[in-house]
């Protein structure tokens, strides 16, 4: 039996963190997507850029599994740095690839949370005014498009950090965009927030260090806790590809 | 103008040379598709496994870049360690995550070949028998689904070296896979075959080193010039996403 986790977003949910930093989770339940089938979970999870580093859904794919024993938990790794909201629109190549993994994650699991983080790109004058709205849309959309009405959205604020950034001086705006965030969660029973605060950057006023990284995982599975129907019952799915899985499939 | 090229098979076509070993080509006209998007290339070109290295399809696309002045090129990796014909069945999550990324790269771009470099898992007694009969089937049926009737196909042959490999006795049959490989590039005037003779392996008798899979790409190449139609006429693409691209898409 598989849950897995679907993560969309910019950077920050890649995953920019240093892996020296941070030992990996022991943990042989927790899987990632690779060409639509699940291999043991190794960094990095979301392999978007050549900078991917560790991931906040390391921490929380590892609480989920240790709250629902016997259940592998799977993260479908569809972020990609650096890209504003317009670029998530509906029927854009970035919400049908992350649409098109899911359905392949679904044939063998069922997506029990889908995690959001999003919005340095859309700091600037122009963007952000119009974040809140474009946001919904987008989330909205995920929903309709993969089935998702009882499935727990968690998003999360952007660092504080991110305002002292001198090459993207637009950053500045950045308490605009968690408003518009904390917004968009207070309008729907089935989106939660992930607060930000305190949280310290890698360096470079931009993104999470790869403590504070799996320190906002742990957050936003507490937010999913509150959200969690504990009683929702979880079909098993048919999974013949991997009764042909060979012993050659490690190398 | 984007030109693209679907590299699909197993290990040895996801590449696994040691990064170490060998420079990345400098070529500004390459990338690799993440999230159904361009992003210059770089290494691991096709990201599967943790062990993902060197791929020969970059030299296939840096040889294909030179002959296409004013062309960009695209490698859409979907190759995936250890599996057999079998798991590429129609309708399986292999195959149809390759046409997944096919039809997103397929916005933005033309695919002008298809790589495939797989059989290792398929020398066993049960499986190198219908061997040939299985491969047929599944290129007729990408070249169905995805259009490519008119675009070269180019397959390769599993290293002799495979031979000495001592965990996986059955390798020894890999001359019925060979043939069986060549009798399908024989039967079909679009499939070409590159010879993997006097290439060498990495010191575990299983994948080609990482200068090998270089040598192995200029010979895919090699043989997709014999098959490529010179006159061809790519229509150009409209690439909206592109237009909003921001100056953080690098982070």
Chains 1, 2 share one sequence.
């Not at 020296?20 to 927790?30: G, Q, S």
């Not at 690839?97 to 044939?107: G, N, P």
């Not at 001198?166 to 408003?179: C, D, Q, S």
């Not at 129907?229 to 050659?248: C, G, H, L, S, Y």
Request: include cysteine; charge should be negative.
């Amino acid at each position: 039996m598989m849950h897995s986790i679907l993560i969309i977003g910019q950077s920050n949910m890649a995953g920019r963190g240093d892996m020296c930093d941070v030992p990996m989770v022991e943990n042989d339940k927790l899987f990632v997507l690779r060409n639509g089938r699940w291999r043991p979970m190794y960094r990095p999870v979301n392999p978007d850029r050549g900078t991917a580093g560790v991931c906040l859904a390391e921490s929380f794919a590892d609480l989920y599994s240790k709250d629902h024993p016997g259940v592998d938990v799977g993260i479908i790794p569809c972020a990609d740095g650096g890209t504003g909201i317009d670029q998530w629109c509906v029927g854009g190549l970035l919400f049908d690839h992350a649409c098109y993994m899911a359905e392949l994650a679904s044939r063998t699991s069922t997506i029990a949370a889908v995690l959001w983080h999003q919005g340095e790109a859309d700091c600037t004058e122009v963007r952000y005014p119009v974040y809140e709205e474009k946001l919904k849309v987008v989330l909205d959309a995920f929903r309709e498009k993969l089935g998702l009405q009882d499935v727990p959205f968690i998003i999360g604020e952007l660092g504080s950090f991110i305002e002292n950034n001198v090459w993207m001086p637009y950053l500045k705006n950045h308490p605009y965009i968690n408003k518009a965030l904390n917004n968009v969660a207070e309008s729907d029973k089935m989106i939660g927030i992930a607060s930000s605060e305190g949280l310290r950057d890698k360096g470079d006023d931009l993104h999470f260090c790869s403590e504070s990284l799996l320190e906002l995982g742990e957050r936003y599975y507490r937010e999913f806790v509150k959200l969690e129907d504990k009683n929702k019952v979880f079909t098993e799915k048919a999974t013949p590809d991997n009764a042909i899985r060979t012993n050659m499939e490690l190398l």
